[in-house]
């Protein structure tokens, strides 16, 4: 199925591990980002990709990496994870060009929790 | 800065009658503005976007939305609520310039539908 896939779906983490959030999508949209969810805040940007190579930190960077080697993929690393990183992360994707009329596309979610 | 507010975080409306949850965002040339819905433990649907062409936007399941450049506001409406619209929405802006394939969230409003 055409979309953005986000694994795992759910994520108990101790303070400290470190683990990667996967994110793929099958559309060819050059444009990534992932997003983190908290209760009253909305959506806040933590990284973003234009393409393959290319990373830029968004809104809240801190205690996350990302790379992009592919086109395809786009993974969440947390280094060393902290109970302020417990949130549910949303990946996004759309293509780039003149089109502004939106077009992105939302995995379903991650939702981890950080004891 | 690029900001988008959401004036109510929580709005409680009766079975069948209308609906209006009020966004303002910060005024920008050529804005795209987005309105996301998000169901109990579910992803982010799209249900309308405004891209200057028309300035009232219909969306999906009856919702839409009237873009006031004078007013700097995107207020969502609905003539009469179904239950299964309670959920919570997202007022989203993305600016064009450097920097415009990002999205900047509102905090969201969760809508109430009492039977």
């Known amino acids: 199925n055409a979309g953005v896939t986000q694994t795992p779906k759910f994520q108990v983490l101790k303070t400290g591990q470190s683990m990667t959030l996967q994110c793929a999508q099958d559309m060819n949209h050059e444009y990534m980002s992932w997003y983190r969810q908290d209760p009253g805040m909305g959506l806040r940007l933590i990284h973003y990709s234009v393409g393959a190579g290319i990373t830029d930190q968004g809104e809240v960077p801190n205690g996350y990496n990302v790379s992009r080697s592919t086109t395809e993929d786009f993974p969440l690393r947390l280094l060393s994870a902290a109970p302020s990183q417990t949130s549910v992360y949303f990946c996004a994707s759309r293509g780039l060009g003149t089109d502004l009329s939106g077009g992105y596309t939302f995995g379903s979610g991650t939702r981890l929790t950080v004891v | 800065a690029q900001s988008v507010t959401q004036l109510d975080s929580h709005v409680s409306v009766s079975e069948g009658t209308p609906v209006l949850l009020r966004c303002n965002y910060s005024s920008s040339y050529s804005p795209s503005l987005f309105w996301y819905v998000q169901h109990p433990n579910k992803g982010l649907q799209l249900l309308l976007k405004?891209?200057?062409?028309?300035?009232l936007v219909k969306g999906i399941n009856g919702f839409e939305a009237e873009f006031k450049k004078s007013e700097t506001s995107f207020h969502l409406t609905k003539p009469s609520a179904h239950m299964s619209d309670a959920a919570e929405y997202f007022c989203?802006?993305?600016?064009?310039?450097?920097?415009?394939?990002?999205?900047?969230f509102g905090k969201g409003t969760k809508l109430s539908v009492i039977p």
């Open positions: 405004y891209t200057s062409a028309a300035t």
């Open positions: 989203v802006v993305r600016y064009s310039g450097a920097g415009s394939y990002q999205l900047t």
